[in-house]
């Protein structure tokens, strides 16, 4: 390499790569250098190549062309292990920790030996002091395949921080943590900062980046669209570079005001710790918005509601029937269909095609008939793939090398085929990037002026508040309020859900459903 352009070389740089899969071309002529001690922010839409090049820096992926230089040194040979020795590790979209060992297992894997006894006292020591830095307040001696999903990626960065680490390319790291745990996390990274080493980080939440990074590199189509400092970019900026014109963010027009009886209804349902005496209901074709902090309940509602988890008591109706012994499977077999939050740990076959990931639940209905059903499944199939954008867009595509929002998109997909009466989503347009939302917006309010009622979940307030007819608010398990959407604002919502001038007379005192 040259040698003096400057006094100190970049953590990584990387000239002229490329890498090509099959027909696609996942990285082309990929030029861009990492400084040290900085936050590198980069994104993209879904499918743009970053985790392509993130799997390039940390060893995991060899490009077919092109130069990686890491910290002055040209690469000649380099995998997971190599990378590791010179300080770069990538926590990966896909966690990769070993299920049945144990949280202090995995965050010391591979870096000392005989982790697999008991955690002698040196490691021991080595993991508090992690945990002081971190405060994730994980069980070190639990086997981490029963750690949510969240969990199982704070196992992750821990592990990398185990590492001593200068380089860590974070990818799409707080895709499944809470507010809470990703302003942890946004701590995490200024110490680390601090302390010199470089962060690269994947994401899509804009916000973050322009708050958190010192520099962004929009990417598109495999290519290196610019890099710039952050202070230079605005969202707005961002997302029309990333998309390749100016973005539309709008939200599409609200579907026609439902009317007629109830379709879903819950009356005084207590369930667990969780669920304390939730009235609500929902009409055909109705956009009702379950606003409410993480951790305040929506899910579990929605949970109780779909028949994963049971009620305690109080009353579930469907199409004004009630519904007794409640499962998942029959509310599925009742036309109802839940997209559930956590979508990356479960629901897709890696080793089956797209298509087959799709049409899985509903083999029932289709095959009975044949070949021809069997064709316009197809056909039912290649149109919802349209309608989201999923790329590639060959249904018949290996499901495993979808970039993982385009996975997302696919198990969106899976249970829209069945056209259901009644949808619940829960986080929808998580991880997904800016075009997709407006596309799942589009499929939102498409669904619900066709008839459909869809219990919508979101902690984007502007997405509840933008698309829903009426809005209940949650908090600790009940609901304190509903607003018609229309007449109401993301400020003012947020004021409620905090409690902020709250009074008696606007709020339902949680404690009242006592008396059944
Ligand atoms: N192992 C692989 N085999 C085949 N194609 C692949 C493989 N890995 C990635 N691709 C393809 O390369 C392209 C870039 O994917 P990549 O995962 O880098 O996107 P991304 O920017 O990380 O997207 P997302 O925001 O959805 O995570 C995609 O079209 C993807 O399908
Ligand atoms: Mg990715």
């Not at 392509?52 to 940390?58: D, H």
């Not at 592990?159 to 380089?167: M, N, Q, T, Y």
Request: glycine residues 10%.
């Amino acid at each position: 390499m040259a040698a003096a352009q400057q006094s100190v070389e970049p953590a990584v740089s990387v000239r002229d790569l490329s890498k090509r899969f099959g027909s696609t071309q996942a990285l082309s002529a990929v030029t861009l250098s990492f400084a040290r001690g900085e936050v590198h922010g980069l994104v993209g839409e879904n499918g743009a190549g970053k985790s392509t090049l993130g799997k390039m820096i940390g060893g995991l992926y060899h490009p077919d062309t092109g130069e990686l230089d890491v910290f002055g040194n040209r690469v000649r040979r380099w995998d997971i292990k190599r990378a590791q020795d010179a300080g770069v590790v990538l926590i990966a979209q896909e966690l990769c920790l070993v299920p049945a060992l144990t949280v202090a297992q995995n965050v010391f894997l591979g870096r000392e030996r005989r982790t697999f006894g008991v955690l002698h006292s040196g490691l021991e020591r080595r993991y508090q002091e992690l945990e002081r830095v971190c405060r994730f307040g994980l069980p070190p001696d639990v086997p981490v395949d029963r750690l949510s999903i969240a969990d199982q990626q704070k196992v992750e960065i821990m592990r990398a921080l185990a590492r001593d680490a200068r380089v860590i390319v974070m990818d799409e790291p707080t895709s499944s943590l809470t507010a809470d745990e990703t302003t942890r996390l946004h701590d995490i990274i200024g110490w680390l900062k601090s302390r010199g080493t470089t962060i690269i980080y994947v994401t899509h939440f804009l916000e973050d980046v322009l708050a958190h990074c010192d520099r962004v590199t929009v990417m598109r189509d495999g290519r290196v669209i610019r890099t710039a400092d952050t202070a230079r970019e605005t969202k707005a900026s961002l997302v029309e570079a990333m998309l390749g014109e100016p973005a539309d963010m709008l939200l599409p027009e609200r579907p026609p005001e439902p009317g007629g009886a109830p379709l879903v209804e819950m009356r005084d349902v207590y369930s667990g710790e969780a669920v304390r005496g939730v009235s609500l209901t929902v009409r055909p074709g109705e956009i009702v918005g379950l606003a409410g902090l993480v951790g305040s309940g929506r899910t579990e509602i929605a949970r109780v509601l779909f028949g994963c988890e049971p009620a305690d008591s109080g009353r579930i109706a469907f199409r004004g029937e009630e519904v007794r012994a409640a499962s998942a499977r029959a509310s599925i077999a009742r036309g109802m269909a839940m997209i559930p939050e956590d979508r990356r740990a479960q629901g897709l076959v890696l080793t089956r095609p797209a298509f087959e990931n799709v049409t899985l639940p509903h083999l029932g209905g289709f095959s009975r008939m044949g070949v021809l059903a069997r064709r316009a499944e197809r056909a039912a199939v290649e149109e919802l793939f349209e309608r989201l954008g999923v790329r590639p867009r060959q249904v018949d595509g290996d499901i495993s090398v979808y970039s993982g929002g385009n996975q997302q998109k696919v198990l969106f997909a899976k249970w829209l085929l069945g056209r259901p009466e009644f949808l619940i989503l829960d986080e929808p347009t998580r991880g997904v990037d800016v075009g997709a939302k407006a596309r799942i917006y589009q499929l939102i309010v498409d669904i619900a002026t066709s008839g459909t009622g869809v219990l919508l979940i979101s902690s984007e307030l502007e997405e509840v508040v933008g698309l829903s007819h009426r809005v209940y608010l949650v908090r600790h398990g009940s609901l304190i309020g509903e607003v018609a959407a229309a007449e109401t604002s993301v400020e003012v919502l947020l004021q409620r859900l905090f409690g902020v001038g709250d009074t008696p007379t606007t709020s339902t005192p949680s404690g009242n459903g006592e008396d059944q």
